[in-house]
């Protein structure tokens, strides 16, 4: 059956997300609003897509996705109709599922998840709160949605996406290091790449200590993961790196952050 989504905010993460569906659903029809509208544009040459104002996407939409920052889903949101039969889906930061529920009425029973610019290729996790019929339906099949129990822990999981652009500077600074020795800075980050992504792509994802089973693979004494760990370690880095996701966390426990 053709799904009706809606897009509010058109923006990094929206368009894989888009794209991702009209690659698994090609008869779906999807709306975005032209915000962002480099990207809206591109967005709309494709089959299926069609770009209108804020309010056209809702009229024509079964489910909503709300891709907007918080600031401007406060200023915005407040001017629509939405209708009840919708279901919403936020993957807005910095703003409580209570106060989305307020901006959308009388849409009810929102939910916040967590996507990444990879879900247009699939293995991207999920966390969602509430559990979402919705994002299994449309994601599930490609992406593991994960289901969290609290509200509160959804906070923490947008800190946790930060690690990605931290891991890729030590990538970066480890390749720029390389390439000083092979002369070649494509090779050396190729190599860095697949050499990361290899691993990691082997590695079971069932949650049963797999990261710690693989640190003590690393971990021969003398070796040489153990001697960069421990260098590391010694720094204090791992303490700064606690530090900051807590600093990120705050965000999310604090009214109105920006």
């Given at each position: 059956?053709p799904r009706k989504i809606g897009?509010?905010?058109?923006?990094?993460?929206?368009?894989?997300?888009?794209?991702?569906?009209?690659?698994?659903?090609?008869?779906?029809?999807?709306?975005?609003?032209?915000?962002?509208?480099?990207?809206?544009?591109?967005?709309?040459?494709?089959?299926?897509?069609?770009?209108?104002?804020?309010?056209?996407?809702?009229?024509?939409?079964?489910?909503?996705?709300?891709?907007?920052?918080?600031?401007?889903?406060?200023?915005?949101?407040?001017?629509?109709?939405?209708?009840?039969?919708?279901?919403?889906?936020?993957?807005?930061?910095?703003?409580?599922?209570?106060?989305?529920?307020?901006?959308?009425?009388?849409?009810?029973?929102?939910?916040?998840?967590?996507?990444?610019?990879?879900?247009?290729?699939?293995?991207?996790?999920?966390?969602?709160?509430?559990?979402?019929?919705?994002?299994?339906?449309?994601?599930?099949?490609?992406?593991?949605?994960?289901?969290?129990?609290?509200?509160?822990?959804?906070?923490?999981?947008?800190?946790a996406t930060a690690i990605l652009?931290?891991?890729?500077?030590?990538?970066?600074?480890?390749?720029?290091?390389?390439?000083?020795?092979?002369?070649?800075?494509?090779?050396?980050?190729?190599?860095?790449?697949?050499?990361?992504?290899?691993?990691?792509?082997?590695?079971?994802?069932?949650?049963?200590?797999?990261?710690?089973?693989?640190?003590?693979?690393?971990?021969?004494?003398?070796?040489?993961?153990?001697?960069?760990?421990?260098?590391?370690?010694?720094?204090?880095?791992?303490?700064?790196?606690?530090?900051?996701?807590?600093?990120?966390?705050?965000?999310?426990?604090?009214?109105?952050?920006?």
């Amino acid at each position: 059956m053709p799904r009706k989504i809606g897009f509010l905010g058109t923006g990094r993460i929206a368009e894989p997300m888009v794209r991702s569906l009209l690659r698994r659903f090609p008869a779906s029809r999807v709306v975005v609003s032209r915000r962002s509208e480099s990207i809206s544009g591109k967005l709309g040459g494709l089959p299926g897509v069609t770009v209108a104002d804020n309010q056209t996407v809702l009229d024509h939409s079964e489910t909503v996705f709300l891709c907007l920052l918080a600031d401007v889903a406060r200023r915005e949101l407040p001017e629509l109709r939405f209708r009840s039969d919708q279901q919403v889906i936020s993957v807005m930061a910095d703003i409580s599922l209570a106060e989305v529920a307020q901006l959308v009425a009388p849409s009810v029973d929102p939910v916040v998840t967590v996507p990444l610019p990879f879900i247009e290729s699939g293995g991207c996790p999920l966390p969602v709160h509430p559990a979402s019929a919705s994002l299994e339906e449309l994601f599930g099949d490609e992406n593991p949605v994960i289901s969290i129990g609290e509200e509160s822990a959804m906070g923490p999981h947008f800190a946790a996406t930060a690690i990605l652009s931290h891991t890729m500077k030590q990538l970066d600074v480890t390749s720029h290091w390389l390439a000083q020795f092979t002369g070649s800075g494509e090779d050396a980050e190729r190599y860095m790449i697949a050499l990361v992504s290899g691993y990691l792509g082997a590695m079971e994802k069932d949650g049963k200590g797999r990261l710690r089973e693989a640190m003590e693979d690393l971990s021969t004494e003398g070796g040489l993961n153990n001697q960069l760990r421990s260098h590391i370690a010694d720094s204090g880095f791992y303490d700064v790196l606690v530090e900051g996701l807590d600093q990120l966390n705050q965000r999310f426990s604090t009214p109105n952050a920006e």
